[in-house]
């Protein structure tokens, strides 16, 4: 039997919040996505920390291996800590041809992120230290006619080049947090 | 009484029970289809597609094991086309990870090592990934080496179907998955695994191994994982 002694590091409205989301989908099929997606949303950083993972496993007696599998399958859950405003910059094929890896880079200079350790990985989620900033890659945006297709806080932005992305970027830091 | 039907195997007509798999009825009727991730008893999940099969009628093939036998099947386990891709699967298998048999506690008892002699895989034509990928050595009794696994989730189905402790999955997805124990933790800090170590003898590779042992002694026992499932009435 599953010994959880730490109760998830969160006010306890959110612990109510969690046990009040997994009753509502008790004993329906798939309800696990619909949970973690419900308590990611609840999150000010947007992420599932193990705790809120170990917590969800005990209520709805799934096993920790599956709940963990499904958090690292679906690219929407984060397991770290989201940025307030988050750059997602496409790296599909149209917007690859139009130059996205430079821009991907130019992004990552601009925030003063680190380049990830194996470098040509295609698919991150990078946070600045400040928790400011997330830069995340997609697949396509179905928007391949504006390759390079860069997405600011849910805007889309078209067309994209490294002068754009530095205005789009500073006038995001502005307005501050959300 | 469950169903009996009757099909065709290789040219051969044989009896099947309603609802057994392709490959577990070739088996019973002493015909071999290489597979890996198939361990009689276990569900069948089609990981490895090493059991391809052609059906008469369509013109894909399609996995033995997760395929039901129907009444009048007629089906084909041998052919250029089959053998072709099989040993293709056993060369991205090879290039996929770091399966140095020299080095490796299985050498001479691992499925893969096996399947590659016996379907003529010589060397992989693909260029190996070498990915770098962590040794868990935190559990007391077992061992479990990224880099020889084929991600066949024996470990993860006889976890869940067999034991019940479900300390097994795999974490992320394509390139980057693994198997991992409960929430990615050191296998030795994870709470749900009770050291039955069923998931070492289901292993086909040395992905996962008993700690201590020299590589003549290291042989899995496949066929007891079997018996518990049949002991348990898993009729898969």
Redesign the interface.
């Given at each position: 039997m599953l010994d959880v002694k730490e109760r998830p590091q969160t006010e306890v409205e959110d612990q109510a919040f969690i046990d009040g989301v997994i009753a509502e989908y008790a004993g329906k099929p798939g309800g696990i996505l619909s949970i973690l997606e419900r308590v990611q949303e609840r999150n000010r950083h947007k992420y599932l920390s193990k705790e809120v993972l170990r917590w969800v496993a005990r209520k709805t007696g799934e096993p920790l291996s599956r709940i963990y599998s499904v958090a690292t399958f679906y690219s929407f859950f984060n397991l770290e800590p989201q940025g307030d405003h988050t750059v997602c910059i496409c790296r599909g094929t149209a917007c690859h041809t139009r130059g996205s890896r430079d821009l991907l880079n130019n992004a990552k200079l601009i925030l003063g992120i680190r380049q990830d350790p194996d470098g040509g990985a295609d698919k991150l989620s990078l946070t600045t230290p400040d928790k400011k900033f997330t830069v995340r890659t997609v697949a396509c945006f179905g928007q391949c006619a504006l390759a390079p297709v860069v997405e600011v806080d849910r805007e889309i932005f078209g067309r994209m080049n490294e002068r754009e992305l530095r205005k789009v970027i500073d006038r995001v830091d502005q307005k501050g947090t959300k | 009484m469950p169903k009996q039907v009757k099909l065709k195997i290789d040219g051969e007509y044989v009896n099947a029970t309603e609802g057994q798999s392709v490959l577990d009825a070739a088996k019973a009727n002493g015909k071999f289809i290489p597979s890996l991730c198939h361990v009689q008893g276990l569900s069948g999940v089609g990981a490895c597609r090493l059991c391809m099969v052609e059906i008469a009628g369509g013109a894909r093939p399609l996995p033995a094991c997760t395929t039901p036998v129907q009444e009048g099947m007629v089906i084909n386990t041998v052919s250029e086309r089959l053998s072709k891709y099989r040993r293709m699967i056993i060369e991205l298998l090879l290039s996929e990870r770091n399966h140095v048999c020299a080095v490796c506690v299985s050498n001479g008892h691992c499925e893969l090592q096996d399947m590659a002699t016996r379907l003529g895989v010589t060397h992989s034509s693909f260029p190996y990934r070498y990915p770098r990928l962590p040794v868990d050595a935190s559990h007391p009794r077992f061992v479990l080496d990224h880099n020889r696994c084929i991600l066949c989730s024996r470990c993860?189905r006889v976890c869940?179907e067999i034991e019940g402790?479900?300390?097994?999955?795999?974490?992320?997805?394509g390139v980057n998955s693994m198997v991992?124990?409960?929430?990615?933790e050191p296998w030795g800090d994870a709470?749900?695994c009770t050291r039955c170590g069923k998931c070492v003898e289901a292993c086909p590779t040395g992905a996962l191994v008993v700690k201590g042992k020299a590589v003549e002694e290291m042989v899995k026992r496949t066929q007891t994982v079997s018996r518990l499932a049949t002991a348990r009435g898993g009729s898969r």
């Open positions: - | 993860v869940a402790a479900n300390t097994w999955n795999i974490v992320s997805r991992a124990a409960d929430l990615n709470e749900s």
